[in-house]
């Protein structure tokens, strides 16, 4: 799994004051820890950016860059931020994100066509977060016949279906998994990605981990090719970089509906394939479906 970085986060109660103040250290150390982690880019994150979101995103572009040499994923809402962070880019760039809002595909694609880089296709319309995987479907194809318009090819294309937190809308975290399935008969040439984090939001803090590791190997081997994650947990980024095949392998094996023989497999992989079962709909979620 490619795996982008996604701690270098305005929200950041870190980060964040960091990049207000200009004050690099936080920032870089970080760049850098993320790096070693093994982490393939880094996400950099401004949000709305409103007010400077040029020069802010300027400036920490220009800061990662002096101590790394990693993909940069450039992440804001705001088109001239975006543009000025690819000005100054020197590593290898991604746009994210461009949606199938009108605004977004008129001011922000082009961006892509004009610097020459891979943009991320999230599967957002103006009518919102997509119900299921048809309106998934219905977004991804607007947004492929904008880049055609402007001779952008599909092999430019990070598809995002968007995660949603299990905890509240299991029928989202199914459609997604469904959209992967569907998503090679669409854009058979285009990579996938995600904001893995996103499914584990609203949980306890001490699962998060395993529903997010969970996650990442069932949409891999569905064909997602990448996943927004945090670097810093160590248990997601060793199966990530396919250091622990034994875990895998078994979240493999659920997904298939083969038999597991619960009595022969260690306390952890047995919270694995309870985990599966729930991310699959054949357990029911709650915050204590580990002790069932």
Known sequence: MFTIAESINIMSKTIGPAIRSRDPKPIQKMAIEQTEAGANML????????????????????????????????DTMNAA??????????NEALLNSISAQPESLSVKLPLAKKYDVDFVALTLSDEGIPRDVNERAVCLV?????????????????????????????????SLQEFMIMLPDIIPDCKSTCGLSNVSNGTPAELRGIINTTYMVMLEKLGMYSAIVDAYDTELMDIAQGKNTAIKELICKVMDGESVDMNSLSPREVEYVKTVKVLLGESLYSHSWLEI
């Open 43 to 74: 996400d950099l994150n401004l949000g709305p950016a409103r007010k400077a979101g040029d020069e802010m995103m300027e400036w920490l572009v220009k800061t990662v860059q002096e101590v790394v040499k990693t993909p940069l994923s450039l």
């Open 81 to 90: 931020a975006l543009e000025a962070g690819l000005k100054v880019c020197k």
């Open 142 to 174: 607007n947004i492929m016949t904008a880049a055609a318009e402007l001779d952008i090819p599909t092999s430019r294309m990070w598809v995002d279906g968007i995660v949603l937190p299990i905890s509240v809308d299991l029928g989202q975290v199914l």
